[in-house]
């Protein structure tokens, strides 16, 4: 069964630290990019960031920047998001996803969807 | 950046309705885009992508159309199961951006 599950979210101090982690299953996870996407409380989702296959690019949320970090380790079939600095902002559920493609014939490219989620983990920054 | 709107931003209906919602980017995309459905308290899922291609498993009554900077993710006969909140994403680059979602609820 193909499947992603997040751990490491908690209560932390504004400015504090935290580290996501989500071990995937089921599928060659080294073969995909790799997204976490969150959600603030009653809020709508927003992307934090994206990884390539083998960790040679990274895009993050421009309210991320310079704080947050992701990074994986194919070995271990894990994906990270080292979250420094953290604001009251961050508080959310954090979901990792995997980023499948899809090529096209016609318009000769690959499209790109996130196909499979964990089922988040909760991080609240709070004194 | 790419900045996405939806609309409108909350529907009641009935069930058997067809339900229509709209989602637009700020520049062109092509078919960059994807839809997904969330229920309270779960994890987002993936309804549609390249625009218009729907995702092994789901319904067939949903459907996506559009291209450039104009989409649409129609619902043809809405089940018991369909409300939630549905969101429109692009993929332009790998700065993605969610639209602010849709929420369909009961009338």
């Known amino acids: 069964e193909v499947q992603l599950v997040e751990s490491g979210g908690g209560l932390v101090q504004p400015g504090g630290s935290l580290r996501l982690s989500c071990a995937a299953s089921g599928f060659t996870f080294s073969s995909y990019w790799m997204s976490w996407v969150r959600q603030a409380p009653g809020k709508g989702l927003e992307w934090v960031a994206n990884i390539k296959q083998d960790g040679s690019e990274k895009y993050y949320v421009d309210s991320v920047k310079g704080r947050f970090t992701i990074s994986r380790d194919n070995a271990k079939n894990s994906l990270y998001l080292q979250m420094n600095s953290l604001r009251a902002e961050d508080t959310a559920v954090y979901y990792c996803a995997r980023v499948n493609d899809f090529w096209s014939d016609e318009m000769a490219h690959y499209y790109y969807y996130m196909d499979v989620w964990g089922k988040g983990t909760t991080v609240t920054v709070s004194s | 950046d790419i900045q996405m709107t939806q609309s409108p931003s909350s529907v009641s209906a009935s069930v058997g309705d067809r339900v229509t919602i709209t989602c637009q980017a700020s520049q062109g995309i092509s078919s960059w885009l994807a839809w997904y459905q969330q229920k309270p308290g779960k994890a987002p899922k993936l309804l549609i992508y390249?625009?218009?291609s729907l995702q092994s498993g789901v319904p067939s009554r949903f459907s996506g159309s559009g291209s450039g900077t104009d989409f649409t993710l129609t619902i043809s006969s809405l089940q018991p199961e369909d409300f939630a909140t549905y969101y429109c994403q692009q993929a332009n680059s790998f700065q993605f951006t969610f639209g602010p979602g849709t929420k369909v609820d009961i009338k």
């Open positions: 390249a625009a218009s």
